[in-house]
Every structure is written in C-alpha cells, then in structure tokens.
C-alpha cells in the first residue's frame, strides 16, 4: 500500500467524527490481532500514539477524548478541536511487515447565520438598484452565493460572492433573493426582500420633499404683511401725488387669494400630510 494518505475525512469543531478503515485491514487486524492508531504533531519527528490494539483487548491513550469501536476497528473523536487536524495512522502488525492506512483529518469551524448589509442604494426611473453584502461572522474557509426559489427572479438573484448588485421596479414587491454562507461541513441561509429597499427609498424621499409647518406659516405671513398697508399713528405716511396717479384700480385686488401648501412633519413620516391654508384679501379704499 505504501505511504501517502489514502483518505481525507473532514470533522467539524465540536462535533465528533469517526476514522474508519477499509474492510481488508480489519481482516487483517482479525487475523494477526495486533495494531495501533497514531498521529501526527507539530514536531515531525514524534508522532502521538493514540491505541494500541492486541488479541482483543486495547489500550486507549486518549480516554475521554477518543473513542474506539471494536466491531470495526475505527476511532471515534469525540469533540473535534483544531490540533486533530493531523496525519493519522492506522498501522496493522503482519509478522515482520506493517499495513498502514493514512487518513488526513481536515478540522473547520461550521458557519455562523450570515447577515445581510445594505452598502448603497440609488433610485431612478421608478427602479431601485441596490448592493447587498453577505456575511458571516465565523467559519473557517467560508464562500458565499445568490439565489432564489422563485423562477421569475432566480437570473436576477443568482450570483456568486457576497456582493450582489440588484435592479427591479420598484412596483414588484415579490422580489426575494437568498445568501447562502456555506464551507465544506455547513451551510447557512439568509433572505432579503426587496419591500426593505422600498420602505428605505420612500423614508429618503419624504425627508428631501417635506416642508415644516412653520416655514409655510412664516411664509404666509410675509406675504399677508407685504399686500396690506400699515395703519396706526406714527406708521401712517400720506400717498404722493405720482403714487396717486400709478396706483392701479382697486377692483383688480379685491380678489381673496389662497395659500396652500401640503407638508408633513420630518419625525413622523408614517403620518398623513398636513394642508394649511392662509386666505388674503385686499381692503378697499
């Protein structure tokens, strides 16, 4: 068989994970009794035995951490760590001969829930396009991907990376795409629905448009104080004779002039809009 591994097996921090051998070295094993589990270290010169297994009886080096099955020879990792990612041996004692299995153990912490980041959103002709980034806060050799289970939006969501560019009308609620934060030994899911970039859209558009009820009753004033003439003792001048004859006839401002304006308050853009009215007329003379 040589040497080299034969098998790579990958375990999950945490969890457990069973090494198992081919059935010809458990014929071996049944049929000469003797044979031992080892594993590499840090040092390439030392290596850790792990069992050791001799006519039926075994000697378990790692109790409590390591379990070993004797109805098929296999060794049991029972909380996977980071330092089991080594080379493991099982070697099977034939006469003055050796029969060795490799199996290379590759450890991953599995992938947490990812989560969606809205980076930047823009609005244009009655269209929303938006960028989404993907993450996930832990896992080891974590990759990302796109998509939908709906058919009419699967080419619109599907995509690989974390990053997804996406363009749709604003009128089409049904839009939903899905991240999926996967690794070699988990995987996990997240949706994102477009009604999230409306309400974002809609909350952007309402703080540019209002206008505080204040301004348009200052507004309104300003404009009742320039069309009516000052009254009172000291304020009263009388018309010049030019201005007497430039006035223009009365009867062209006798008309009652309206204000309105609809607004709505910044902090409380859930609420109806607000219409005020100012109502003018000029005296008579």
Known sequence: MGHGARETVLGTMGK???????????DLTLRFGEAVWKRDTEDPQRKLVLLKYLDGNYTNYMQGRTRFHKSDFSLEILNTSREDRQLHEYIVSKGPEEKVWQIQLEVYEPVSDPSIQILGWALANGSCTITLNCTAERGDNVSYSWGS??????RLCSRNGSLLHLSYPLQNTSVACACMAS????SRVVAFNSSECSYEQEEHLV???VVPTTAVMILAGVFVATHLPMSGGDFSYPPAASQEQERPPLAEDSEVHTIYSQVQRVESPEKEPTTVYASVMMPMA
């Open 16 to 26: 457990a994970t069973r090494l198992r051998i081919p059935p010809e070295l458990q």
């Open 149 to 154: 289970q709906d058919t009419h939006t699967s």
């Open 183 to 186: 690794n070699p030994v988990s």
């Open 207 to 209: 703080l540019m448009v």
